[in-house]
């Protein structure tokens, strides 16, 4: 099983969810593919992770992140010992966002809210300052992301599998490239939570 954690202000509605959900329906397993819409407050996008892991318990799963999913996706590879695979993933996100505090709209929602420090905040309790199994990982970056620093990732994931793709963009240019890659890394590391 994929759950695929989608970025801030984006939805399972997003061009790669739907991408690599579609590459999935090809191959007859779209039955192995989660993407569950993420709250944009984000201990209840925690919760709501933890809740769909707990309930997936049993089967052998791997997480996928993008962005602000890819910090999800540490989180909960590490509590639950599952591997991930990151793509553009936000390393401090709780650094980031304290530039954008105010008024939020969620792109494929059109959902508006007030972002505010106290939200913020909340990131912090999901930190994982240093990785424990480094081949747990898949970090799949472009230098070319406008949004976060690619190196960040590269550095926290040092000993892991890496794809650093010279250019591109935060949104991982040509990400079904990398279907194979992604679905053999998924299908070779996926199991089952470990509380």
Known sequence: MILYLHGFNSSPDSLKANQLKHHLVDLGR?????????????SEAATLIDTALLNLAGQPI???????????????????????????PAVKPYRNFTKHLGPQRN???????????????????????HITRPERYLLLTQTGDEVLDYQEGVEKFTGSEQVVVEGGDHAFRDFCLYFKQIIAFADTHATQVVS
């Open 30 to 42: 779209s039955q192995e593919f989660l993407c569950p819409r993420l709250p944009w407050r984000f």
């Open 62 to 88: 791997c997480l996928i992140g993008s962005s602000l999913g890819g910090f999800y996706a540490t989180y909960f590879a590490e509590k639950y010992q599952l591997p991930a695979i990151l793509v553009n």
């Open 107 to 129: 792109f494929y929602t059109n959902e508006e809210y007030l972002l505010e420090a106290s939200h913020v905040d909340e990131l912090l309790a999901l930190d994982i300052p």
